[in-house]
């Protein structure tokens, strides 16, 4: 019998200026600069605008299997910012969803820490990061799980706070740009301008605050193992690596010859 291959779905390569371009600025351009009504229109410029995060984000869940709660969350949150711009519902409405996502997110990694598969396990520290099995060996060999466990709880404690930020800026954002009617031309430019203010306000300082979280638990990692990084790298990620330094180091002799 012929093994079936293990995956036949493609490896999902990071392409933050794809993602940058297509789900903040494409989408903040049409609904600033395009909604009047010798444009797009107001209604018009919200479904295109809005089709492109939405567009995008369901293409990277079929052709990549990024099944999660989250990328579905960020869905359902593009879909009802189109509900609320096209119901012509009251835009305090675009404040609280824009605080509820956010919300729900951190809830539910403050309540995974009371179950046997806490979210930043999956987020922060998993196979496809890091070779989890060698060092979750190793912590059992120094007796020292239990001590990383209380760390890696205490990491969930503060990756849950920033969402908790996101929340709370993402409400105080959106009341203090989006104050015009939902529906009209000037709904859609504020909408646009919230989308691209968000960006460096919220987005930027939670990125900065996960990769701290990150730090910290590496850091507690480094203590309890003394593996260095490159020790603890997941497999694929260090065979890439050499793959990428092999290439260098023939396209140096390449240039030479």
Same mark, same amino acid.
């Given at each position: 019998?012929?093994?079936?291959? @293990?995956?036949?779905?493609?490896?999902?390569?990071?392409?933050?200026?794809?993602?940058?371009?297509?789900?903040?600025?494409?989408?903040?351009?049409?609904?600033? +600069?395009?909604?009047?009504?010798?444009? =797009?229109?107001?209604?018009?410029?919200?479904?295109?605008?809005?089709?492109?995060?939405?567009?995008?984000?369901?293409?990277?869940?079929?052709?990549?299997?990024? +099944?999660?709660?989250?990328?579905?969350?960020?869905?359902?949150?593009?879909?009802?910012?189109?509900?609320?711009?096209?119901?012509?519902?009251?835009?305090?409405?675009?404040?609280?969803?824009?605080?509820?996502?956010?919300?729900?997110?951190?809830?539910?990694?403050?309540?995974?820490?009371?179950?046997?598969?806490?979210?930043?396990?999956?987020?922060?520290?998993?196979?496809?990061?890091?070779?989890?099995?060698?060092?979750?060996?190793?912590?059992?060999?120094?007796?020292?799980?239990?001590?990383?466990?209380?760390?890696?709880?205490?990491?969930?404690?503060?990756?849950?706070?920033?969402?908790?930020?996101?929340?709370?800026?993402?409400?105080?954002?959106?009341?203090?740009?989006?104050?015009?009617? @939902?529906?009209?031309?000037?709904?859609?430019?504020?909408?646009?301008?919230?989308?691209?203010?968000?960006?460096?306000?919220?987005?930027?300082?939670?990125?900065?605050?996960?990769?701290?979280?990150?730090?910290?638990?590496?850091?507690?990692?480094?203590? =309890?193992?003394?593996?260095?990084?490159?020790?603890?790298?997941?497999?694929?990620?260090?065979?890439?690596?050499?793959?990428?330094?092999?290439?260098?180091?023939?396209?140096?002799?390449?240039?030479?010859?």
């Amino acid at each position: 019998m012929t093994p079936e291959p @293990s995956s036949s779905v493609p490896d999902h390569k990071p392409r933050p200026w794809v993602d940058l371009l297509v789900s903040i600025v494409i989408p903040s351009v049409i609904l600033m +600069k395009l909604s009047g009504d010798d444009y =797009l229109g107001s209604v018009n410029a919200l479904i295109i605008g809005l089709a492109f995060p939405l567009g995008w984000g369901l293409f990277e869940l079929v052709r990549y299997h990024k +099944k999660n709660f989250i990328a579905l969350l960020g869905l359902i949150s593009v879909g009802l910012t189109g509900g609320i711009g096209l119901l012509e519902l009251n835009a305090q409405w675009l404040a609280v969803k824009e605080a509820a996502v956010p919300a729900i997110i951190g809830l539910a990694v403050l309540l995974s820490t009371r179950t046997k598969y806490p979210l930043v396990r999956s987020l922060l520290y998993n196979p496809s990061v890091l070779d989890v099995d060698k060092i979750q060996h190793t912590l059992r060999e120094r007796g020292s799980e239990d001590e990383f466990e209380a760390r890696l709880l205490k990491a969930s404690y503060m990756f849950s706070g920033t969402f908790l930020f996101s929340s709370i800026m993402n409400y105080v954002l959106a009341r203090w740009i989006v104050t015009s009617p @939902s529906g009209t031309q000037a709904f859609n430019e504020e909408l646009g301008r919230m989308t691209l203010v968000s960006y460096p306000m919220i987005a930027i300082p939670s990125m900065i605050m996960m990769m701290l979280i990150f730090y910290y638990l590496w850091r507690t990692i480094r203590r =309890l193992t003394d593996y260095t990084l490159e020790e603890v790298m997941a497999p694929h990620l260090i065979e890439k690596e050499r793959e990428k330094e092999a290439a260098k180091q023939r396209k140096q002799e390449s240039d030479r010859s």
